[in-house]
């Protein structure tokens, strides 16, 4: 087994150098970025954007939004290219306030030669912050789309929310702290909803083989991570009943789902609901398998809090796509992009993400995410 990888190693690394050998593989990279508030500069009447505008908090500008795109390209076109010298061919995305600044990211000089179409849906979320889905056209051709609301109630907790109200949220999580948190509940109305992104679904054809992604964002911690887990679970048992219903039309269906579940790899939204497998050899068919749970156990990580890293930026698999067969697309492996200019130089928090801060634009407060495809030639 080892002598069989170390071989398929070689060939890759052949293939990426473009050297001719007896065997050849395509390599696509997919990926996944939290891009932490890309916000643009005007007023939206329908969100709670006004911290982001020349006259908000953030005195968000013309400028600094120009810069954080630039920013971003430069990231999106510079991952996976250790073994695939193209940016990736898929990316999920998240915090995004519209289409409108996913149509300005592409064409940011780094990335507008790479013909990127944008699949996007506008969510419930309260801040307007939505999921998107990112493809190199020549490459992958979507064949539907559709956005899967998540309903979670709170009915111990319903109340119409005021602006009053959602200000006293914000300052809340802005704070970090636990305690203050835990008597605050946000995004909810009158019914007890809890309004949360929605999780984007598209399948099309890539390498003439039908492969579906799922980006999400699952519900964030606000309240505390106990208290607010069963949203998280009820967001993984979506997953699950989407990734069921595309195994019942296909039980070779090949999906990938991802993107900043506010979770580890260990808890239960992913262990009980999603039901992931940490092991190919315990991934059987009809399984999901999460490479990035082998990661975590290593102390490897996607963002920090109070010096603890975890991995809540993941991409998980169906078993066809890491069968042995390479003459179809077969998983390969995946990694975390935490290259040196886009982490904290110096400081306290020396190595972390280097985030937006003080109405500086940044990069982003999580590392991407990205795993390679392989098809033999």
Do not use: C
Not at 328 to 343: P, Q
């Amino acid at each position: 087994m080892m002598k069989s990888f170390y071989s398929l190693f070689i060939f890759l690394l052949i293939v990426s150098a473009g050297h001719a050998q007896d065997k050849k593989f395509k390599v696509h990279t997919i990926a996944f970025y939290n891009l932490e508030n890309l916000f643009d500069t005007k007023n939206d009447p329908k969100i709670n954007d006004e911290e982001w505008l020349e006259t908000g908090a953030q005195h968000w500008t013309d400028e600094k939004y120009k810069k954080k795109l630039s920013n971003l390209a430069k990231v999106i076109s510079q991952i996976g290219t250790g073994e695939n010298a193209n940016s990736p061919t898929v990316i999920g995305v998240s915090e995004v306030e519209n289409r409108g600044v996913l149509e300005d990211l592409i064409k940011e000089p780094l990335l507008a030669d790479k013909g990127y179409g944008i699949v996007h849906y506008d969510s419930p979320d309260r801040r307007g912050i939505d999921v998107g889905f990112l493809y190199q056209k020549k490459y992958f051709k979507p064949t539907s789309s559709k956005n899967i609301p998540l309903y979670i109630y709170d009915k111990d907790k319903a109340r119409v929310v005021t602006k009053e109200a959602n200000k006293e949220a914000d300052a809340a999580a802005k704070s970090g702290d636990a305690d203050e948190l835990a008597g605050v509940t946000i995004n909810v109305d009158n019914t007890g909803r809890v309004f949360t992104r929605d999780q984007l679904l598209v399948t099309g054809m890539l390498e003439g083989e039908e492969i579906s992604f799922i980006v999400n964002h699952w519900p964030s911690r606000a309240g505390g991570e106990k208290r607010s887990s069963p949203y998280r679970e009820a967001a993984g048992a979506l997953n699950r009943k989407i990734i069921d219903s595309l195994y019942k039309i296909n039980p070779n269906a090949k999906v990938i789902t991802m993107g900043d579940l506010n979770d580890g790899p260990y808890n239960n939204s992913l262990k009980k609901e999603l039901r992931t497998k940490a092991h190919k050899e315990d991934t059987k068919a009809g399984d999901v398998f999460n490479p990035m749970e082998e990661m975590a156990n290593k102390g490897m990580g996607t963002l920090a809090y109070r010096d603890a890293w975890d991995i809540f930026d993941q991409m998980i698999m169906t078993e066809p796509l890491i069968r042995k067969d390479y003459t179809s697309l077969r998983f390969w492996k995946a990694g975390i992009f935490n290259k040196t200019f886009i982490t904290q130089p110096t400081g306290q928090y020396k190595g972390y993400p280097l985030r937006n801060t003080n109405g500086n634009p940044g990069f982003s407060d999580h590392f991407p995410v990205y795993l390679y495809l392989i098809k033999q030639m």
